[in-house]
């Protein structure tokens, strides 16, 4: 069946550094690609979507690009801040209906 | 701007009691989801509902679980016989009709002793 696979954490990371948080996927059709971020004591909130091969999804400084080559779409941002502390979730889904998928979630510390 | 709302934000029951989680979706939505979290595990999708059948379930999802939507706007998952392994996070979804985003509500975080 489909899966997603994210780099495990903790990232811990200073205020203002370049952040990459790998994500891989493996599906049977053609899925759309999402990261999900969860804050401290809030639900999974939608960061970026892609729906199709070389798209990018870019929202709040954050930037993914979908690699169908490398079945890949891992999340960037250029310069952390500490208000982005939360747990990223890398996810899939095969058609518009269709459950998500998710990865086991990236928890990611910015410490100023 | 619209979300998905759960209550209880917690809930904390002995083995073997029935619990029911309550989700508002948001109103102009057609499907409905429940998903479940393990403490540090990944989430995992437990049923789909759509005009007002289920319209897919996981392994997860059997005989102890049910789905309701007794009304316009409420949106339950119950379980009818907790285990201490249905210790959780849970999380409803809902979405529009041809759009594949999904919207989380915060989760009600359920504690099996």
């Known amino acids: 069946g489909d899966s997603v696979t994210q780099m495990e954490g903790p990232v811990t990371l200073s205020e203002e550094a370049f952040l990459t948080i790998n994500c891989t996927y493996t599906a049977t059709g053609y899925p759309s690609l999402f990261w999900y971020v969860q804050y401290p004591g809030e639900g999974l909130q939608l960061l970026l979507k892609a729906t199709k091969a070389d798209d990018k999804g870019s929202n709040k400084g954050f930037e993914a690009t979908y690699r169908k080559e490398t079945t890949s779409f891992h999340l960037e941002k250029g310069s952390v801040q500490v208000s982005d502390s939360a747990v990223y979730f890398c996810a899939l889904s095969d058609s518009g209906n269709t459950p998500l998928v998710f990865g086991k979630g990236t928890r990611l510390s910015v410490i100023a | 701007e619209p979300e998905v709302t759960q209550t209880p934000s917690h809930q904390v029951t002995q083995m073997g009691q029935e619990v029911i989680l309550r989700c508002v979706p948001i109103?102009?939505?057609?499907?409905f989801y429940w998903y479940r979290q393990i403490l540090g595990q990944k989430v995992e999708f437990l049923v789909s509902f759509y005009n007002n059948e289920i319209s897919e379930k996981s392994e997860i999802f059997d005989d102890q679980f049910s789905v309701e939507r007794p009304d316009g706007s409420n949106f339950t998952l119950k379980i009818r016989s907790t285990k201490l392994e249905d210790s959780a996070m849970y999380f409803c979804?809902?979405?529009?009709?041809?759009?594949?985003?999904?919207?989380f509500g915060p989760g009600t975080r359920l504690l099996v002793l």
């Open positions: 979804a809902s979405k529009k009709d041809r759009e594949e985003t999904q919207y």
């Open positions: 109103s102009n939505h057609l499907y």
